[in-house]
């Protein structure tokens, strides 16, 4: 982790130079990001950038790329303490005037609000009842009520749906309000941005200055800590003001890895709501509604054959509705169910707990042209490690083995093993477009 | 290096430049003051990492060279020095100071050590007069933060607009104003720190013109030998004008005198209770009352040169009122709008310059 090297070389350096010069010039520096290889610190002032340039900067680089493989490049930028948390109410004259901005401002950062996603059009079951209920009760006092709301739940499952219909509530009773929804990945990105263009205040300004801030899939925030600290005071400034924070995740709060504990608690301050993956009658409901949605008319029993066969995820269950409908639209024939089986195979999820382990170890074998007793062996060779993480992963997702179950198969691994292999692999399909080819293409062998 | 100059000079100097060395700094040279001979010129150089103070004296170089002294040391002896003209001189880190009937000897630190500041390029340079930027200042400096919760309030907006300059401060319960002409400028607005223009009203005497210089990150004031260099705030200050009333419903001239007379002795009564104090307006009265559970109560009535036509009441804190009234003279004329809107005070002499104060909530 990059903010661990950056504490490495100041252990080191703290050794090297004498106590008032650490406490003056090297303990103020902070780490704000590693940008494949640039590593970026903040001082307070120009002296002190002028002392590390005279002083220290060679040291740190040498030292930057010797504990980490990718460093590139050193960037040292002067960032105010402007950055410090408001702990208190507005004063008075500043409250006018943010009255009065408030009133003249157009509504251009709700903009990012998308309209058709609204508290009607969203089912409610018993898998996401609680999390539509806090919804709601935000969208009627936002800011008071639950602050922060945290939404977590799988994939399309309706997390961003929700959020949205907050917001499209909010600004039905209230126009005015400023409200701003970005992804994580966006903050993130506008963060960085915003430290290289010396623009850092007018991010600071947009965020700190909105009624209602939605951020989703704040997992990402996991390993950034330069975000995560901007984050911690945005939260901060919005929270001590009264104004509404939603964020989604796709776990709770805790199981966020490197994520500050201070941000950990705050999210728990307000309501932490999950949203379940749907039972048959909600996707039954679900998918009626979206069929009604569209003015269609679909037999019952192909609706049911869809909510029997896509069983993990809302987003899916829509997108066979509209795949079948167009398939059968352009092929002109009539919906059945039997039209519905033979268009939505390669979608069914159902097939896919009768994949033998024995199956995936064979086919993943294949597909790299190994043995299957190399995958099953423990011999740590680059070429086996990764086809047998990637054995672990298939069994671990589409399978739902767990971890024990997976390492018993594997010629009885221990499950913390199984848990690193299955992690790895899910980092890096994120990171690595072979990766994620790979598993594509087996997935598709396997439905063979 | 070796230096010769009139003692009254450098201790004159010394005093200004010797008070951004303090002697709580975590950095030990930081208590020092940075001096440069260069031919026939003395450079004394202070800075607390904020600021930076910079003066340049006359005197004889015999040779040229660089070092830091302790501050303190140095100032309270040439104070305590009876003699007219100093020597100083160095052999590496040990300084000696000779005159006709003192001697001394100080130990110095290493000139390469004191904190540098990167010389930057200024984006423009403007100049007004040392006593009109002086009293703008003066007139608006008290009414910023000194708290660091909102650290844009620690500061004092500067605007340049044309050849106007406009200086606010604010602490974001009360707001003062002030705008003067300049010579030249460039259309554009930064933040001052309220300590560093404490530390320029000290050095604005020193010449009768400033010149003020600009950059991204730092300003430089410059008063014939003296240059203050200080970092501006970084964000965005208040839209303050947002907040000036534009019609006021009632509006009464007074004495400033008399009126900070009046608010002094009411101040002793609301000490307790955030110098909660009563204004009213009656007939041609105007009668400012405090009262506190512990200490008693207090009246004082003035009365108004013009009788109004309604009457009027509303608290504020005396003290805002104080701080403005202790730094103007002559009249002062007091607008009102309502019990929940900023009260205005704004000088006679000065029409540009502008006051207002939020007012306490009437029970």
Known sequence: MSSTIWQQVVEKLEAKISRPNYVTWLKPV????????????????????????????????????????????????????????????????????????????????????????????????????????????VAQKPGTTYNPLFIYGGVGLGKTHLMHAVANEIIKSNPKKKIIYTSCETFTGEFIHSIQNKTINDFKKKYRTVDVLLIDDIQFLSN????????????????????????????????????????????????????????????????????????????????????????????????????LVMAAHVEGIELTKEFAARTLKEFSGQKETNISSRKVIK???????????????????????????????????????????????????DHTTIMYGVNKMEQQIKKSAQTEEDIKNINKELEL | MKFTTQKEELLKYLNIVSRLASTRSTLPILQNIYLVVNGNNLLIRSTDL???????????????????IPARLLTEYLQNNTDKIVTISNDDLIIKINSANHDATLRGMAAEDYPTLPEVAYDFT?????????????????????????????????????????IVGTDGYRLAKSVITIKQGKDSQFIIPKRSLQELLRILPLNEEVTLSLAQNQCCAQVGDTKLITRVIEGNFPAFESIIPKKHSLEVAINSQVLLQSLKLASLFSRDSAFSTNLEIKGD???????????????????????????????????????????????????????????????????????????????
């Open chain 2, 285 to 363: 009265n105007l009668i400012i009352t405090a009262t506190s559970p512990v200490l008693g109560d207090n009246s004082n009535k003035i009365t108004l040169a013009k009788k109004s036509d309604t009457d009027f009441k509303i608290s504020v804190n005396a003290q805002y009122l104080i701080d403005i009234l202790s730094v103007l003279s002559g009249d002062v004329l007091l607008q009102f709008i309502d019990q929940k809107s900023p009260v205005v005070v704004r000088a006679h002499l000065d029409e540009r310059y502008l006051y207002l104060v939020m007012p306490l909530r009437g029970e």
């Open chain 1, 30 to 137: 902070k780490f704000l990001s590693n940008d494949g290889g640039i590593f970026n610190l903040s001082v307070p002032n120009y002296y002190a950038k002028e002392w590390l340039d005279k002083n220290l900067k060679t040291e740190i680089i040498s030292l930057l790329s010797e504990l980490s493989k990718d460093f590139k490049q050193l960037n040292i930028v002067i960032r105010d303490a402007g950055a410090k948390a408001t702990n208190e109410d507005l004063p008075p004259l500043l409250q006018t005037i943010s009255e009065e901005a408030a009133q003249n401002e157009q509504t251009e950062e709700n903009e990012t609000i998308n309209r058709n996603y609204t508290f009607n059009s969203f089912i409610v079951g018993n898998n996401n009842r609680l999390a539509f209920a806090a919804a709601e009760a």
């Open chain 1, 363 to 413: 086919v993943v074998a294949e597909y790299f042209g190994i043995n299957t007793a190399d995958i099953l062996g423990s011999k740590r060779l680059k070429e086996l490690v990764y086809p047998r993480q990637i054995v672990m992963y298939i069994l671990r997702e589409r399978c739902k083995l767990s971890y024990p179950q997976i390492g018993e198969v594997l010629s009885g691994k």
């Open chain 2, 126 to 166: 403007t100049t007004m007069s040392s006593v009109v930027l002086s009293d703008a200042i003066n007139k608006t400096v008290f009414s910023s933060a000194s708290d660091e919760t909102r650290p844009i309030l620690t500061g004092l907006l500067f605007k340049i607009e044309g050849n106007n300059l406009t």
């Open chain 2, 50 to 68: 904020e600021q930076t103070l910079e003066v340049n004296i006359n005197g004889e170089g015999e040779s040229s060279g660089a070092v830091t």
């Open chain 1, 224 to 323: 950034k800590e330069g975000t995560q600290e901007e984050f911690f005071h945005t939260f901060n400034a919005l929270h001590q003001t009264n104004r509404q924070i939603i964020v989604t995740s796709d776990r709770v709060p805790k199981e966020i890895n490197n994520l500050e504990d201070r941000l950990v608690s705050r999210f728990g301050w307000g309501m932490i709501a999950d949203i379940q993956t749907p039972n048959f009658e909600n996707r039954m409901a679900i998918i009626s509604a979206k069929a009604m949605e569209r003015g269609l008319t679909i037999p019952d029993e192909v609706l049911s054959y869809i909510a029997t066969a896509i069983t993990s995820n809302v987003r899916e269950l829509e997108g066979s509705l509209t795949k």
